[in-house]
Each structure stands twice: as structure tokens, then as C-alpha cells.
T-cell receptor, first 117, second 114 residues
Framework: AQKITQTQPGMFVQEKEAVTLDCTYD???????LFWYKQPSSGEMIFLIY??????QNATEGRYSLNFQKARKSANLVISASQLGDSAMYFC??????????????FGKGTHLIIQP | KAGVTQTPRYLIKTRGQQVTLSCSPI?????VSWYQQTPGQGLQFLFE???????NKGNFPGRFSGRQFSNSRSEMNVSTLELGDSALYLC?????????????FGDGTRLSIL
């Protein structure tokens, strides 16, 4: 079974609209971290936002917020007021902690977001 | 503050050769991880080093190896290259090993095997 599922391979959104990118995860660990990364066509991976499994508040970073629903194992990324420069691949990732230390990041397949003027 | 630096940016090799990729982490970061990105398999974790010790390893054959130096710089080596090793190899660094530590990525090394 996939540990990170991103169900939207591609999305087209009008500039200035809000965008929600879906991410569900699967883990039996109690301690884990959830991350979102942006990868423009140039290839670099840019860290956007982090949510810890014990965090009660949803994480926010500027125009990015993470809608964390622990019971549903859901960690959706919300981008407010989208801009043309937001066009990129977006990856949801999880880092589990299994007692012996944190594992490497497990990534979803990504969502290709295209912002239209 | 300088970001994660990976060298070289591009490499072309032939089957059977070996290759070494280099990664300099963000200053002060002690954990370095390596990932392989391909169109078919996506992003996959290779291994992580912390304090010069390999702490985690992904599901890759022994042809993939790495090391970390006392200054936290890391190298990754792939021996007996195969066509399927063509990929973008990404290095990421973080302050520590915790699951709450964001990993910051370099621009990657694009390896092509002919």
C-alpha cells in the first residue's frame, strides 16, 4: 500500500483563486512529520511547510497553510491567492519516527499545478 | 546563508562505469540524505548520514553507497552503472535527524547513462 497518496495528477487553476492540493497518508507510528515541497520545472525542491503529528494547530507559512485532519490521515496543502509563479509540481512527504530514529522522507507521486492568467 | 550545493550538475556516463556525486550541506546542518528521482518511480530515499554514520538506508542495491566527512559534506557513489540509474539525484540536509526537521534540498545532479 502507498504511504502517501496524492489523487490529483494535474490541476488547472485561475490566477488569484485559492488552491487545495490533496494528500492522504498511511502510518502506524504515533510520531511523524508531514511536509510539502514545490518543484518548479528547473528541478530544485523547495520546502514549503511542515506539520507534526502532535501539533494541534494547522501549520501556516505565508500564503501556504496545511489542513491537517489526523483522524482522516489527511494533510492537504492550501495556497491562497494563487500566482503564476506557483505553477510547479507539488509533493507531499512524510517522515516517520519508529523509535530507532527518523526514517527517510516518503514522497507521494506529486500534483502538477498550472496557474492560468 | 548558502544553500545545499551539489556537484556536478550534469553527468554523462556509460554502462559499467562508476560515478561519485558530491553534496555540501547548509552550514550547521549535520544530517545529509540522498534521494533518487525518476519519471517511473518518483522520489525514492537512498540513505541518510549523521555524524559520519549511515543512519538509514532505502531499498537500493549495494552498488549505491555513500559516506559523510567530519565537515558534514557527503558523497554518493554508484558502481557498475546501469541504464536504469539514469535519474536526478537530490541531496538534502537538515539540522538533525528528527522527524520534525525539514530537509532542504540542493538543485540535484542529473545523471545520464548511455
Amino acid at each position: 500500500a502507498q504511504k502517501i497518496t496524492q489523487t490529483q495528477p494535474g490541476m488547472f487553476v485561475q490566477e488569484k483563486e485559492a488552491v487545495t492540493l490533496d494528500c492522504t497518508y498511511d502510518t502506524s507510528d504515533q510520531s511523524y512529520g508531514l511536509f510539502w515541497y514545490k518543484q518548479p520545472s528547473s528541478g530544485e525542491m523547495i520546502f514549503l511547510i511542515y506539520q507534526g503529528s502532535y501539533d494541534e494547530q494547522n501549520a501556516t507559512e505565508g500564503r501556504y497553510s496545511l489542513n491537517f485532519q489526523k483522524a482522516r490521515k489527511s494533510a492537504n496543502l492550501v495556497i491562497s491567492a494563487s500566482q503564476l509563479g506557483d505553477s510547479a509540481m507539488y509533493f507531499c512527504a512524510m517522515r516517520e519516527y519508529s523509535g530507532g530514529g527518523a526514517d527517510g522522507l516518503t514522497f507521494g507521486k506529486g500534483t502538477h499545478l498550472i496557474i492560468q492568467p | 546563508k548558502a544553500g545545499v550545493t551539489q556537484t556536478p550538475r550534469y553527468l554523462i556516463k556509460t554502462r559499467g562505469q562508476q560515478v561519485t556525486l558530491s553534496c555540501s550541506p547548509i552550514s550547521g546542518h549535520r544530517s545529509v540524505s540522498w534521494y533518487q528521482q525518476t519519471p517511473g518511480q518518483g522520489l525514492q530515499f537512498l540513505f541518510e548520514y549523521f555524524s559520519e554514520t549511515q543512519r538509514n538506508k532505502g531499498n537500493f542495491p549495494g552498488r549505491f553507497s555513500g559516506r559523510q566527512f567530519s565537515n558534514s559534506r557527503s558523497e554518493m557513489n554508484v558502481s557498475t552503472l546501469e541504464l536504469g540509474d539514469s535519474a536526478l539525484y537530490l541531496c538534502a540536509s537538515s539540522l538533525g535527524q528528527g522527524h520534525n526537521q525539514p530537509q532542504h534540498f540542493g538543485d540535484g545532479t542529473r545523471l545520464s547513462i548511455l
